[in-house]
T-cell receptor, first 116, second 110 residues
Framework: DARVTQTPRHKVTEMGQEVTMRCQPI?????VFWYRQTMMQGLELLAY????????DSGMPKDRFSAEMPDATLATLKIQPSEPRDSAVYFC??????????????FGPGTRLTVL | QKEVEQDPGPLSVPEGAIVSLNCTYS??????FMWYRQYSRKGPELLMY????GNKEDGRFTAQVDKSSKYISLFIRDSQPSDSATYLC??????????FGAGTRLTVKP
């Protein structure tokens, strides 16, 4: 049963601390997306990778957020330093741009982040 | 003005009702139209997709696109309590830029 996995599922931290969220895309997928979901803003795209290269991170606050793909099986999203306004659910999604006309994105279960 | 507008609801209907969910958009560059369903505390999952104006039917679900009006709809016939979820429209252009609506929270009461 292929699915996107994310860790941790929940994270509570204090303002100023570093937060690292991890995502394992579906094996064989070559696109990875990071989204942030809040009640106020809905689902916002933070970063988009294809074949491990960042294609679009314009939605990501550059001063504190960074996204990387150390290898094809791992994507990371890091916040340093974290702030209360970063509290949200962070979703990772993966897809296959090669053979998917619609670029269907398969979402992980999300990481619920609370910054106190 | 947001690129994609979607009424957040909440929307509550009795079991068996026909549900109509809608989104409007402003950018004619969007060519692919999708509906995602998101259950509470889960990630969104693709429900339907289309790329042309007109209707596409899949069981109890019908997706409708009117490119001239920049208006898309999702209809759910014979709604069931298991349809209770948040429904997000998603639009994509040829550059793979994707935009999601805010999501409409639907409750179907038995």
């Amino acid at each position: 049963d292929a699915r996107v996995t994310q860790t941790p599922r929940h994270k509570v931290t204090e303002m100023g601390q570093e937060v690292t969220m991890r995502c394992q895309p579906i094996l064989g997928h070559n696109t990875v997306f990071w989204y942030r979901q809040t009640m106020m803003q809905g689902l916002e795209l933070l970063a988009y990778f294809r074949n491990r290269a960042p294609l679009d991170d314009s939605g990501m606050p550059k001063d504190r957020f960074s996204a990387e793909m150390p290898d094809a099986t791992l994507a990371t999203l890091k916040i340093q330093p974290s702030e209360p306004r970063d509290s949200a659910v962070y979703f990772c999604a993966s897809g296959s741009a090669r053979d998917n006309r619609y670029n269907e994105q398969f979402f992980g279960p999300g990481t619920r982040l609370t910054v106190l | 003005q947001k690129e994609v507008e979607q009424d957040p609801g909440p929307l509550s209907v009795p079991e068996g009702a026909i549900v109509s969910l809608n989104c409007t958009y402003s950018n004619s560059a969007f060519q692919y139209f999708m509906w995602y369903r998101q259950y509470s505390r889960k990630g969104p999952e693709l429900l339907m997709y289309t790329y042309s104006s007109g209707n596409k039917e899949d069981g109890r679900f019908t997706a409708q696109v009117d490119k001239s009006s920049k208006y898309i709809s999702l209809f759910i016939r014979d709604s069931q309590p298991s349809d209770s979820a948040t429904y997000l429209c998603a639009l994509r252009n040829n550059n793979n830029d994707m935009r999601f609506g805010a999501g409409t929270r639907l409750t179907v009461k038995p």
